[in-house]
């Protein structure tokens, strides 16, 4: 467990991370799921990227990758950021800006939603910075 959260919020997103990937702040890229269904904790997801939430925090920037499952006919017309309701996106939003409130010297601050054709870029950097990462402790 990475942490526990101590406001009385709760995840708008199913919310994991990228295998074989490391982040700019120095954790596995993040990536949240919209589903319809709750997700086993641990449980692998087969999902299609469709943009990112990118935060600032204590830690620097810290992007927060947006899919959807593949397997889920229900979200066959999801491509790109723009095909998620703004409401949706905003309660991802204020979600985020707001969990760490209680916690000393923890903040968050929503920089802003990229869409897909910038989360290609994302992804292949931390992949990279995992695979350095892993020759150097071998």
């Known amino acids: 467990m990475d ?7 709760v995840f708008p ?3 994991g991370f990228v295998p ?3 982040a700019e ?7 949240m799921v919209l589903s319809y269904e709750s997700l086993e904790v641990g449980c692998m997801v087969k999902v299609r990227t469709i943009g990112a939430l990118i935060v600032e925090d204590e ?25 998620v309701h ?3 996106l905003r309660e991802i939003q204020e979600f985020f800006e707001t969990y760490k409130r209680l916690e000393p010297i923890k ?18 950097s931390s ?12």
């Open 59 to 83: 830690k620097g920037e810290d992007a927060k990758i947006l899919s959807v499952p593949v397997n889920d006919a229900r979200f066959d017309g999801y491509r790109d950021i723009s095909d």
């Open 86 to 88: 703004p409401q949706r």
């Open 3 to 9: 942490r526990v959260i101590p406001s009385s919020v």
């Open 127 to 138: 992949m990279e910075r995992y695979r350095k990462m892993a020759e150097l402790h071998h």
């Open 107 to 124: 903040w968050a601050k929503f920089k802003e939603w990229k869409s897909v054709k910038d989360v290609c870029a994302i992804v292949t």
């Open 13 to 15: 997103v199913e919310y």
């Open 25 to 31: 702040d120095d954790d596995p890229l993040d990536i």
């Open 20 to 22: 074989q990937t490391w």
